[in-house]
């Protein structure tokens, strides 16, 4: 995973948002959005075809869920992170890789 551009850009993200000071209920949706995008991402390369697809699709919309929070608080440098994660995700999409 450690070659895998967009694991390790929502890794990064991941690290980067857990140093927003934020109130809850933002601090904990945005927690467990940013980490779902990870963990899908995650999960969806030990998948095949459509099943790894569909994780990066239920990725892609934790992602949504993350811009909507930073958009909040207008943090510009992870929203510009986020925005690189999207385009990476929306190729894997597009492109899941072969069926097994």
């Known amino acids: ?3 895998f551009r967009t694991y390790q850009l929502a890794k990064n993200l991941v690290i980067q948002s857990k140093y ?5 209920p933002l601090k904990d949706q945005l927690e467990r959005a940013v980490l779902s995008i990870f963990l899908n991402i ?3 390369t030990g998948k095949s075809g459509k ?3 569909r994780f990066y699709e239920i990725a892609m919309g934790s ?25 990476s995700l929306y190729c894997l999409i597009r492109n899941p890789g072969p069926e097994a």
Request: net charge positive; proline share 0%; glycine share 6%.
């Open 51 to 53: 099943d790894r697809k």
């Open 1 to 3: 995973m450690k070659n």
């Open 63 to 87: 992602l949504r869920e993350t811009q909507a929070c930073l958009d909040l608080i207008e943090n510009k440098e992870l929203i510009k992170q986020a925005d690189q994660l999207g385009a």
């Open 42 to 44: 995650a999960e969806g």
């Open 20 to 24: 927003l000071k934020l109130r809850n």
